[in-house]
Structures are given as structure tokens and as C-alpha cells.
């Protein structure tokens, strides 16, 4: 039988060919059982072996060899309050910071914004990384939703799975990029309130076989 840590590692050392992130930033978790597996602090991903991934239960206290991420607080907290997330998953990717550092949610330039649950991404507001506050602030923005900014700071979404927390952070990292880019030029037109209730009423079925 798989051990779910490998698959872990193997979508953490996912996120740097993929652009979300460069040496030991961001961090991913999976679910497991009455708590979640996450990556430990400060370890390059490509020396993580099985034994390196702390388990930790939902009172924050975890084992292990190795000491979890500090951001643990809001894994932990998005897993006791949505019970359909399995996977989080945080980056420092350039154009999600980009537009965190302006502390503005991203609008309905493109209809795929629906992909993450509404007709924004809100940007969380600020608060000290690996604090309680920030992890106060990250749900707040999430409600609703699959994926937040973090002000000054990055992206974090939540998935069912390994396979749709990645999808979905390279998904966001795609759009922050592709509003940046549009906002050189001029204002993005944005989609109507109607427009975009269309599309969230399409999605409801999306990628499903």
C-alpha cells in the first residue's frame, strides 16, 4: 500500500517546476485520518524522505522527528472547519505575491475566477505568517471560496485532494499573472454580476465525467 507521504513529497517538489515557488517557501498538507501530514520547516523538498513529513492532530501538537511548517495553523483550521477539504496548499509564486503586496482581491477579469468558488478572490487582510491571526484572516477571506490571497504574502487554496490543490494553485498563479498583465495596459473590463452567476451555475457540474 502507498504511503500517502511519498505522495505529498511528490506534489511539494511539484511546485517549483510549476513556478509556484523557489527553495523552502510555501507548504502543503494532506489529510489524514483525525489530523493531516504536512511539510516540515525549513527542509529543501528534494531531501524529504517519508519519515521527514510530521503528523499532526487539529490541538497542534504533532509527531515526528522533524518540526511542521510554521504555517500549520491554517491547515489545521481549514481542516476542522471545511470537512470536504483533504489537501492545502500554500506558495510565495511572483505574480500571487505581486498582487497580495497591493492588498486588492482579484475581480471577474476572466470567468475561470469562477473556478474557485465565487466572482472574486479575495486577498486576506495582513497579519505576522504562522500566527493565529493569519489564519483567522485566511478563513474569513476563503469563505465560500477554495482560494485567498494572503496580503503581502501569497495564495492558499484548498482542495479535495493532492491533485486539485495543485491544480488549483497553478490555476490562480495562471490568473494572477494574466490580471497583471491586463492591468499594464489599462482597466480590465470585468464581468457583470449576471455574467458571472452564469458561469458559477455552469461550473457546478465542471470537470466532472
Known amino acids: 500500500m502507498a504511503d500517502r507521504r511519498d ?5 511539494a517538489r511539484a511546485m517549483q517546476p510549476a513556478g509556484l515557488n523557489k527553495g523552502t517557501s ?13 511539510t516540515p520547516t525549513g527542509m ?30 491554517f491547515h489545521r483550521d481549514l481542516y476542522a472547519a471545511r470537512p470536504e477539504v483533504g489537501a492545502v496548499l500554500h506558495a510565495h509564486s511572483p505574480f500571487a505575491v505581486s498582487l497580495a503586496c497591493l492588498r486588492r482581491d482579484i475581480p471577474p477579469f476572466h470567468y475561470m475566477i469562477a473556478r474557485f468558488g465565487g466572482d472574486t478572490v479575495r486577498c486576506a487582510d495582513y497579519a505576522l505568517f504562522g500566527s493565529q491571526a493569519l489564519s483567522e484572516a485566511a478563513l474569513l477571506a476563503m469563505r465560500d471560496r477554495k482560494a485567498c490571497l494572503l496580503a503581502n504574502h501569497g495564495l492558499l487554496v484548498a482542495g479535495r485532494d493532492l491533485d486539485e490543490a495543485l491544480a488549483l ?15 499594464q495596459l489599462g482597466e480590465p473590463v470585468l464581468l457583470s454580476a449576471t455574467e458571472m452567476a452564469e458561469v458559477l451555475v455552469k461550473f457546478s457540474g465542471y470537470g466532472q465525467q
Open 7 to 11: 505522495d505529498l513529497i511528490a506534489t
Open 26 to 38: 510555501g507548504n502543503v498538507s494532506l489529510r489524514h485520518g483525525d489530523g493531516f501530514y504536512i
Open 44 to 73: 529543501p523538498y528534494d531531501k524529504l524522505v517519508a519519515d521527514d513529513i510530521p503528523l499532526m492532530a487539529l490541538d497542534g501538537s504533532h509527531v515526528g522527528a522533524r518540526k511542521p511548517s510554521s504555517e500549520w495553523r
Open 169 to 183: 494553485a497553478i490555476e490562480l498563479e495562471e490568473l494572477c499573472e494574466q490580471y497583471w498583465r491586463a492591468s
